[in-house]
């Protein structure tokens, strides 16, 4: 039969789970088994509507379901936010770079991460808890608008019961009284972590100010260029390096990326817009 790198297999959307005022997660159930390396985006698309890249957030070793935690931007988004469950959605891919998770082995890992940039990262934290005796420490430091805007507040509560693993959270703003960890931009937290410089690397995602201004601060705290990974997002179209929609300097963010180091792109005179 005609194979086409742009055909989607149908997967029904089987729940849909509020995170906050403008983020759900949706759990899709693909036709058949799908597979995918934790950082790898898919595009998802609602039949005779349209396509949008996004990256999964669950665990890569989870192949009967794979979710999607999006954030309501526009159009496709905001008619995906308006299903209930039961409809039959359409993904193709995965494609891009995921994480290079074996190059963490024995290694602190800090993932650095903000609003829905905790997509991915929690598809790659759900990776490291798996094999955490393969990591010397694994660090998230998440930071979020308000209490309200947290992401994951369930699964939060289950991962802060694992030993190995260090969690720090802030807010920008909250009342007195609603938050009792950090209140300040999430790249303060920073601050409060001690790691190991000559056996450390940081996974970053969020939003482009964050990326930027997260990237300079672990750059400050002695950070080097390829220790740092970034989930970069961007204009997309194919998916699959043919139309140049995502091209960043000599880079294609669909299939050199989604995933760089900060040397891939410290030569982009600003590539978090
Ligand atoms: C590799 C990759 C991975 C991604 N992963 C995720 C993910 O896991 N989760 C996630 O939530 N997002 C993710 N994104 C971003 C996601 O793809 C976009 O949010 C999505 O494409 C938006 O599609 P849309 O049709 O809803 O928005 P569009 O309609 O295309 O709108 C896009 C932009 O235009 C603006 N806009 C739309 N309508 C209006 C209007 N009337 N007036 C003014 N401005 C307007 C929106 O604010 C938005 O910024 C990812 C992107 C990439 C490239
Ligand atoms: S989206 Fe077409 S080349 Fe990347």
Aim: aromatic letters at 10%.
């Amino acid at each position: 039969m005609f194979w086409s790198p742009y055909k989607s297999i149908p997967a029904k959307l089987e729940k849909v789970i509020d995170e906050t005022s403008n983020i759900k997660t949706f759990v899709l159930r693909p036709e058949s088994k799908f597979r995918f390396a934790t950082g790898q985006f898919i595009e998802l698309s609602i039949p005779g509507v349209g396509e949008a890249p996004f990256t999964p957030s669950s665990s890569p070793y989870e192949t009967d379901t794979i979710d999607v935690t999006i954030m309501k931007a526009g159009n496709l988004t905001g008619q995906l936010h308006a299903l209930k469950g039961g409809e039959t959605l359409g993904i193709r891919g995965p494609y891009g770079t995921g994480y290079p998770i074996e190059k963490f082995y024995g290694k602190e890992v800090l993932i650095l991460g903000g609003g829905v940039g905790m997509a991915p990262l929690r598809s790659l934290l759900l990776t490291l808890i798996a094999q955490k005796e393969k990591f010397k420490r694994i660090i998230l430091c998440y930071g979020s608008k308000s209490p309200e805007d947290v992401v994951y507040k369930h699964q939060f509560t289950e991962w802060q019961k694992i030993k190995e693993l260090e969690i720090m959270r802030s807010v920008d703003k909250c009342p007195i009284g609603q938050w009792d960890e950090t209140v300040g931009l999430v790249t303060c937290l920073l601050d409060q972590v001690k790691v190991d410089l000559k056996n450390t690397v940081s996974i970053v995602c969020g939003p482009p100010i964050m990326m930027k201004f997260g990237s300079r601060k672990l750059l400050d705290i002695g950070y080097t260029h390829s220790n740092i990974y970034l989930s970069m997002e961007g204009n997309m179209s194919c998916g699959i390096g043919k139309c140049g929609h995502c091209q960043i300097g000599h880079n294609f963010i669909c299939k050199d990326g989604p995933v760089f180091t900060y040397e891939q792109l410290k030569h982009i005179p600003d590539p978090f817009i």
